[in-house]
């Protein structure tokens, strides 16, 4: 299993964190540009990477003010869990971290691996830049 992640330190509540992460009509902010055709609801959303695959993601559970976990909605090019953390840090930060894990065979590692880690760093940049 491939594991990627990366955090920020977000100048704000856990709970403010955790309930805009648990929304996925506010991941929409977190996407780079070359993530097209963005529809979601609370509890689902669907998308395309430009020139490259559809991927729709449901939440699979929320742990109020702790987790929530992301799967693929149908069968993806490979198993993929994307899970956000949101730790309380005192004087009103919130340590937020996106965890993806992903089963890579070693092909698929050396094609994937880094833009999924460009994915993780961009969101976890927006993420902090739109809630600060």
Known sequence: MTVIQNQAIIDESVDRVFAFLADCTNHEQLMPENIQDWASTRDQASFTIQNMVKLALKVDRRIENREVVFVPVEKAP???????????????????????????????????????????????????????
């Not at 956000?84 to 993806?100: H, S």
């Open 78 to 132: 490979f198993d993929v869990t994307l899970r956000w953390e949101t730790t309380l840090q005192g004087d009103g930060q919130t340590l937020a971290r996106l965890i993806v894990e992903a089963d890579l065979n070693m092909m698929m590692k050396m094609v994937a691996a880094k833009p999924l880690q460009k994915l993780v760093d961009y969101q976890v940049d927006r993420l902090k830049s739109v809630l600060n």
